[in-house]
C-alpha cells in the first residue's frame, strides 16, 4: 500500500494539496477523469480548489501555499470519493454470509430478531460494532446510514464507534411496537418513543462532526399507525432523515395489505403516517409501481438499492432504469446480513447483474452501464441521503471526503497486464542507443506520451534543450529518466523538464550541468522521486542539497507549520492489508500539531542519493555537514554516497555538530543538535506507542476482500484499522505504502532512525554505503548495523604497519557484518595480494565483488580471491595492468595450467567483467593466456582483454567454470576468431558475442562463423 502525505501550508491559509488523477461524478456526466489536476484542501478540510497541474506556480502564488509540499500521486494511483453504503444492519453482521436459506419474513424469525434481542448486551454489542465500522471502512465505506436494534444504549455505543473510527454516519435506533414474528422483540409504543427521544437528545448532546441520529421504524409491518405518526413528528421538530424499508419480498406487500386496508399502496401507507420527506431514504422498492414511485419524487424521497440481499433472500429484482426514469434519487446498499457482503464494490457488481438479468427477461431493457453504477455508490448515494452538499464528488466547498486507489499496490486484489506497447519502445530506444544508432529524428518519433523510462547516457549527443522540452511535452508520466553526462543539457532546460514530470521516481543527471536551481526545482515538482543521481555535477555545492531533506533557504517554517502536520486526527491508515492503496482523506481542524523545527518532514521520500565529485563549497566542512543533515533529514534513505560521509557519521555517533554551525546558521536550516534531538524525540515516542498498540491487537485480521488504506478525520485507530481506544495515535504507514508527495511526521517510524530505550544513539536504515574509509567502518557499523553494501576506498598510504596493516585494518571493520554482507567495492591501487585478509574474512557470503584499481601481475593471487567468495554472482575487476610481460613459452605455460585446470569453479557466477586500464602503455602487457590459469579456459590464442564481459542465466553446474555464460563481451581485445568459436563451442548455453573493435577479426570472419552456429548473435563494428 502505498500512501504518505507531505506538509503543505502558507503564512495566511494552511493547504493539503495533492497533484494526480481524480475520478468522480458529476449529475451530468457518470464518469468524469481529472487527469494531472491540483485539488486543495483548507484546514476545516473542505476543498478549496481544483486546477490544473501543470499550472502550480500560477496556483500556488493565489492560494499561497508551498509547492515543494504537495502530494503527488504516482501514475498507479487516482482519487475517487468515498463509497456510500446508504442501508446496512450493523446489528447484523455477527452473522453476515450464514443463514441466508429462508425467504425475508421467515429469515426474521429464525434468524434477524433472536440475534437482535441480543445486543441489551453492551460488550456484545461493542464487539460486533467495532468489526462492522472497520470492516466497511476497509472496504471503502466513508458514508453509512446504519440500522441499530431497539437497545438504546447499544445505539448510542454504535455512535461512538463510528465517531471515534472517523466515518460519517447516519445511525438509528430501531423503533417496533408490535411483532407477530418474534414477540419478546418489540417495546410498548410509548416506551419506543421515549427511548428514541432519549436516543436522539443524547447523540445530538455529544456533538459529533460526522454523525447523526436517523428516526427508524423499521417498517410498516412492525409499527403501529401511533408510533409511524408521532416517530414523524419526531423528525419533523428536528429536522432528522427517517429510514425504513418497502416492498421488499411479495409476501411482505401482501402483508402490508392487510395491516393497513385503507392504503391504496405500501407507499401510501409511509405518506399517509407523514414519513415521506426529502430526507427519507427507504430501502429495497423491488415491487414499486409506477404510481408509487411518482409518489417518492413528488416527495423528494429516496430509494436505497440492495441488489446482494434482493438476491440472496430470493426477494426480486429492482429496476433501477426505471427508477432513475422516473427522477428518483437512488443510491447502493450492502442490506448486511441479508447482504452477505459489507463491501460496496460487491453492491456495484450486484447492481450491474441484476440490470443484466432484467435484460435477459426483456431485451429492450437497456444495462445499466459500469459508469452508472460508479455514480451509484459515490454521488448517487450522498443525494439519497440528502448529503450531495456535503459529500459524493470533488467540487470546491465540499469535504475532501475521498479514497487514494493504488491499483499496483504489491500483493493487491489487481493484477495489471501491462501494455507491451511502451516497453517495447523503451526497448528499442536502449538498444538504438547502446549501437550508436538512435539520430533526433528516431528519438522524436520514440518519445511518446507512454513512455516511462528513458535513458540516453549512450547517447549524449542527443540531449539538447529542445529534445529536453520535448520530453516535458510529451512524458509527463515519466517514471525513470537517465541523462547522465548530458553537458548540453543546461541548468535552465532541465528546470523546465522537470517541473511537468512529478511522477519521476528515479532521475539520473550525473555529469550533467545541474545547478542549485535544478535541485530547486526537484525538491518543488519531482515529489515522488526515489533515486536520484547528481554525482560529477561540478556545478553544485554540497549545499545545494540541502532542499532535498526539506532544509533550504526557504522558510521552513512556512513549509512545516500545517494543521495536518501532526496527522493525529487529519489522517487515518485503515488498510484492511497491504494490497490496495486508498486513502480516505477528510480533514479535521482539530489537528493541531506542527512538524519539528527540522523541515525534514517535508523531505522527499529518497531512498537512494547519490552526489559524490560534485563542487567543493564556500567552507572546507560544507561536504561533511551536509551528508549529516542529509542523513538525519532523509528517514527513507536506504543508498547513499556523499562527499564526507566519514565525519557525518562520526559527528552523528558522537553528537558533535559544532562544525557544521556555521552552515545551517548560512542556509537558514535548523541546527543539526535540533534535528538530531527531535528526530529521537519523535521516534523512540512512536516506537514505543506501536509496540503497545502490537502488543494490544496481536495479529492483524485475515485479508479476504478489497481493502483500502483510509486516511480519516476522527478516527485514532490502531493497527491497520484494528480496534483501538479513542486516545490512541494513528497507525503509521509500512515502507512499501509510503506514496509520493513527501515523508509525514509519523512516517518516520520507518524512516531513518530506531532509538533505544535510555539511549542517545541513533540507528540509521541505510543498506548501502558508498566512499567509505577503513577507519571509519566501526563507527558506521554502530549507526548503520544493517548494511549489506558496502564501498570502500583504502588509501595506499594508509596506516603504519605497511601492507599487512591495510588488510587486517579493513578484516576488522568489515567483520562486524559478517554473515550479512552481500556487495562489497573496495578500491585500491596497491597490490591484489593486500586485500586477500579481509576478502576471506567476508567472502563467503558475497554475492557481487568489485575490484577497483588494483595491481596485478601474471602471478597475482586472483585465484585465491576468488577462492575466498565460492558464491559470487557478478565479479568486476578493474585493474593496472601487471609491468611484466606475457608468457613467451607457451609449451611451458601449458604445462602450469594442466595442474591448475580443476583448482577452481564458479557455479553461481552471472556476471563477469575484467578491464585494465592502459592509458600509460601503447601495447597491450598483458594477455588472454595470463587468466588461463585462474580459469582453466582451453585456448591456444593471445588474447588481450581491454573488457570482458560476461552474463550467465541460472542452471545446473555445467562441467567448464564460464559454462553457465549466456553472453560474452570482448570488445577492444586482440582475440581471434578461431579463440573465438572454441569458446562458443565449448560454452552451449552462449547467446551472443561482442566483438566490437577486435582488431583481428574480419568481417568474413563474423560471416562464416554465423553459417557455422546460428544460435549466436556476434556484434562486430
Given at each position: ?11 495566511a ?80 453482521y ?16 429464525t ?36 440500522f ?34 418474534h ?12 427511548e ?40 419533523r421538530n ?6 425504513s ?11 402490508v ?102 435484460t ?99 547517447c ?29 543539457a ?17 532521475l ?16 518543488r ?13 561540478h ?29 493525529d ?7 484492511d ?97 535540533e ?28 485479508r ?85 553494501s ?11 604497519g ?67 567468495c ?11 595492468p ?11 605455460e ?28 601503447t ?31 541460472p ?67
Amino acid at each position: 500500500m502505498a500512501a504518505s502525505e507531505a506538509c503543505s501550508s502558507s503564512a495566511a491559509t494552511n493547504f493539503k494539496v495533492f497533484r494526480g488523477t481524480f475520478v468522480h461524478s458529476t449529475q451530468e456526466d457518470a464518469l468524469v477523469i481529472l487527469e494531472d489536476a491540483l485539488l486543495g484542501v483548507d484546514s476545516t478540510g473542505k476543498i478549496s480548489f481544483v486546477e490544473k497541474g501543470p499550472e502550480l506556480e500560477k496556483v500556488s502564488a493565489k492560494f499561497g501555499f508551498n509547492p515543494s509540499a504537495v502530494t503527488q500521486l504516482s501514475p498507479q494511483e487516482f482519487f475517487m470519493p468515498g463509497l456510500v453504503d446508504t442501508h446496512i444492519h450493523a446489528a447484523q453482521y455477527s452473522f453476515a454470509g450464514t443463514a441466508l436459506d429462508l425467504p425475508l419474513l421467515d429469515w426474521l424469525q429464525t434468524y434477524t430478531f433472536p440475534v437482535e434481542s441480543r445486543y441489551s448486551d453492551l460488550e456484545f454489542a461493542r464487539e460486533v460494532y467495532t468489526h462492522v465500522v472497520k470492516r466497511t471502512l476497509r472496504n471503502g465505506t466513508t458514508t453509512a446510514c446504519y440500522f441499530a436494534t431497539i437497545h438504546t444504549d447499544a445505539s448510542l455505543l454504535l455512535g461512538e464507534i463510528a465517531n471515534d473510527f472517523g466515518q460519517r454516519a447516519l445511525v438509528g435506533k430501531v423503533c417496533m411496537d408490535r411483532n407477530g414474528l418474534h414477540e419478546h422483540y418489540k417495546e410498548e409504543t410509548q416506551e419506543s418513543l421515549d427511548e428514541t427521544s432519549r436516543f436522539i437528545s443524547e447523540l445530538i448532546k455529544r456533538k459529533y462532526p460526522l454523525v447523526k441520529p436517523v428516526v427508524t421504524p423499521r417498517f410498516s409491518v412492525s409499527c403501529t399507525s401511533e408510533l409511524m405518526l408521532k416517530l414523524a413528528e419526531v423528525a419533523r421538530n428536528n429536522n432528522l432523515h427517517i429510514q425504513s424499508h418497502i416492498s421488499e419480498n411479495q409476501d411482505e406487500v401482501k402483508l402490508v395489505q392487510e395491516l393497513f386496508p385503507e392504503s391504496e399502496s405500501y407507499t401510501d401507507v409511509y405518506r399517509k403516517h407523514n414519513l415521506l420527506t426529502s430526507k427519507t431514504i427507504m430501502a429495497h422498492g423491488c415491487y414499486l409501481s409506477d404510481e408509487e414511485l411518482k409518489i417518492f419524487h413528488q416527495t423528494g424521497s429516496s430509494l436505497a438499492h440492495c441488489p446482494n440481499s434482493n438476491l440472496s433472500l430470493c426477494s426480486g429484482l429492482l429496476d433501477v432504469r426505471n427508477v432513475l426514469s422516473h427522477k428518483v434519487k437512488l443510491g447502493l446498499g450492502t442490506d448486511v446480513a441479508g447482504g452477505y457482503s459489507p463491501s460496496m464494490l460487491d453492491a456495484v457488481r450486484r447492481t450491474r447483474d441484476t440490470s443484466k438479468a432484467l435484460t435477459i427477461q426483456d431485451p429492450a431493457h437497456q444495462t445499466l452501464t459500469w459508469e452508472e453504477t460508479f455514480r451509484l455508490a459515490t454521488l448517487g448515494g450522498s443525494q439519497a441521503l440528502s448529503m450531495d452538499d456535503q459529500t459524493g464528488n470533488f467540487v470546491v466547498g465540499k469535504d475532501f471526503d475521498a479514497l487514494r486507489v493504488n491499483v499496483a499496490a504489491p500483493d493487491g486484489p489487481i493484477d495489471l497486464v501491462q501494455d507491451d506497447g511502451p516497453k517495447l519502445v523503451e526497448e528499442l530506444t536502449a538498444l538504438l542507443c547502446s549501437r550508436k544508432q538512435l539520430s533526433h529524428a528516431v528519438l522524436h518519433l520514440l518519445v511518446v506520451p507512454q513512455l516511462r523510462g528513458l535513458s540516453l547516457a549512450a547517447c549524449l549527443g542527443l540531449v539538447t534543450p529542445r529534445v529536453c522540452s520535448i520530453i516535458a511535452a510529451r512524458c509527463q508520466h515519466m517514471s525513470r529518466l537517465d541523462l547522465s553526462g548530458a553537458q548540453q543539457a543546461s541548468p535552465q532546460a532541465q528546470g523546465d523538464m522537470l517541473r511537468s514530470m512529478p511522477s519521476l521516481l528515479s532521475l539520473s543527471l550525473a555529469g550533467t550541468p545541474c545547478d542549485r536551481g535544478v535541485i530547486r526545482t526537484i525538491d518543488r515538482h519531482c515529489r515522488a522521486l526515489r533515486h536520484l543521481d547528481v554525482s560529477h555535477c561540478h556545478l553544485l555545492s554540497p549545499a545545494d542539497l540541502l532542499p532535498l531533506g526539506g532544509g533550504s533557504s526557504l522558510d521552513s517554517a512556512a513549509r512545516c507549520t500545517d494543521s495536518f502536520a501532526g496527522r493525529d486526527s487529519s489522517m487515518r491508515h485503515r488498510g484492511d492489508s497491504p494490497s490496495s492503496a486508498v486513502t480516505r482523506c477528510r480533514h479535521s481542524s482539530s489537528s493541531s500539531s506542527s512538524c519539528c523545527s527540522s523541515s525534514s518532514f517535508c523531505a522527499l521520500p529518497l531512498r537512494s542519493l547519490l552526489a559524490t565529485d560534485i563542487g567543493l563549497g564556500e567552507e572546507e566542512g560544507e561536504p561533511a555537514a551536509t551528508a549529516a543533515y542529509l542523513l538525519l533529514s532523509l528517514p527513507l534513505l536506504e543508498s547513499v554516497a556523499l562527499e564526507g560521509l566519514d565525519w557525518a557519521l562520526g559527528a552523528i555517533h558522537r553528537r558533535e555538530f559544532d562544525p557544521a554551525e556555521g552552515l545551517t546558521r548560512r542556509e537558514g536550516v535548523p541546527r543539526l543538535e535540533e534535528v538530531w534531538r527531535e528526530r529521537q524525540k519523535k521516534h523512540w515516542t512512536d516506537r514505543k506507542k506501536e509496540n503497545e498498540e502490537a502488543g494490544a491487537e496481536g495479529s492483524r485480521e485475515e485479508r479476504e476482500e478489497e481493502s483500502w488504506e483510509v486516511h480519516g478525520t476522527q478516527s485514532p485507530d490502531g493497527d491497520e484499522g484494528e480496534a483501538s481506544g479513542g486516545d490512541e495515535e494513528p497507525d503509521l504507514l509500512a515502507e512499501e505504502e509510503v506514496g509520493a508527495g513527501g515523508i509525514g511526521e509519523q512516517d518516520m517510524l520507518w524512516g531513518a532512525m530506531v532509538v533505544g530505550p535510555g539511549d542517545d544513539s541513533l540507528t540509521l536504515r541505510l543498506r548501502e554505503i558508498q566512499a567509505m574509509s577503513p577507519a571509519s567502518l566501526e563507527v558506521a557499523f554502530r549507526l548503520c548495523p544493517h548494511i549489506q553494501s558496502l564501498a570502500v576506498t583504502v588509501d595506499s598510504a594508509e596506516g603504519t604497519g605497511g601492507r599487512r596493516d591495510h588488510g587486517w585494518t579493513l578484516a576488522a571493520g568489515l567483520g562486524n557484518w559478517s554473515g550479512q554482507l552481500r556487495s562489497l567495492t573496495l578500491r585500491h591501487t596497491g597490490p591484489l595480494g593486500d586485500l586477500l585478509t579481509p576478502l576471506r574474512e567476508m567472502g563467503s557470503t558475497l554475492v557481487s565483488l568489485t575490484l577497483e584499481g588494483v595491481r596485478t601481475s601474471p602471478h597475482c593471487p586472483l585465484l585465491e580471491v576468488l577462492q575466498a567468495c565460492p558464491r559470487l554472482k557478478a565479479l568486476v575487476v578493474s585493474a593496472q595492468p601487471p609491468t611484466s610481460p606475457p608468457y613467451e613459452d607457451e609449451e611451458e605455460e601449458e604445462e602450469e595450467l594442466g595442474g591448475a585446470r580443476d583448482l577452481l569453479s564458479l557455479p553461481h557466477l552471472c556476471s563477469l567483467t575484467l578491464s585494465f586500464d592502459y592509458e600509460q602503455q601503447t601495447k597491450p602487457a598483458m594477455s588472454w593466456r595470463a587468466l588461463q590459469r585462474t580459469w582453466s579456459l582451453h585456448c591456444h590464442q593471445h588474447l588481450q582483454p581491454g573488457a570482458v564481459a560476461a552474463s550467465t542465466p541460472p542452471s545446473t553446474p555445467p562441467s567448464m567454470p564460464l559454462g553457465r555464460v549466456t553472453h560474452l563481451g570482448l570488445a577492444r581485445s586482440d582475440v581471434t576468431m578461431a579463440t573465438v568459436m572454441r569458446l562458443v563451442e565449448g560454452c552451449r548455453p552462449m547467446k551472443s558475442v561482442d566483438l566490437s573493435c577486435c582488431w583481428e577479426v574480419s568481417r568474413q570472419d563474423v560471416l562464416n562463423s554465423l553459417l557455422k552456429c546460428p544460435r549466436v548473435t556476434f556484434d562486430w563494428l
